[in-house]
């Protein structure tokens, strides 16, 4: 009886073992390499290369309007890295709030399919024509 517990145990295990996923790069591959038409895939790294811990994500979405969206994201982050990038209309990304540049703010200005990494803050976002 001991013997075919033993054997049943090692069976359970080298069965557990194998079913183990094989990390999750397939995962992440599907979630990254795709644009979604319109959105445009955002991570947040703390430092300013997007080399160092992930922090946070979001996504721009083009609803058409142009109307300035304010990042919800306020936490602390060196650099931002765009994903992937399914927009069809420019996205200006911006430092400040108001998605202006008044008072030393800063932008950057994606054309439609451009990723990167980018060592700035993100404060709103709007698309254009």
């Known amino acids: 009886m001991y013997f ?8 359970l295990a ?3 073992v194998s079913a183990v996923p094989t990390g999750n790069a397939g995962l992440d591959t599907r979630q990254t390499t795709t644009p979604v038409p319109g959105v445009v895939y955002v991570q ?3 430092g300013s290369g997007c080399q160092e ?7 721009f979405f083009d609803d058409g309007t142009g109307v300035c969206r304010v ?4 936490g602390t982050y060196g650099s931002f890295r765009i994903v ?9 990304l911006y430092t400040r709030t108001d998605c202006t540049t008044t008072v030393g ?8 399919g451009e990723t990167g990494c ?3 803050r993100i404060g709103s976002g709007s698309y254009s024509a």
């Open 4 to 11: 075919s517990t033993t054997l049943f145990t090692l069976a």
């Open 14 to 16: 080298a069965a557990g």
């Open 44 to 46: 947040f790294f703390n």
């Open 53 to 59: 811990n992930f922090v946070e994500d979001d996504v």
């Open 71 to 74: 990042e919800p994201f306020t």
């Open 84 to 92: 992937t990038n399914g927009a069809t209309r420019p996205l200006t």
């Open 105 to 112: 703010g800063n932008s950057v200005k994606l054309t439609a």
């Open 118 to 120: 980018f060592s700035q």
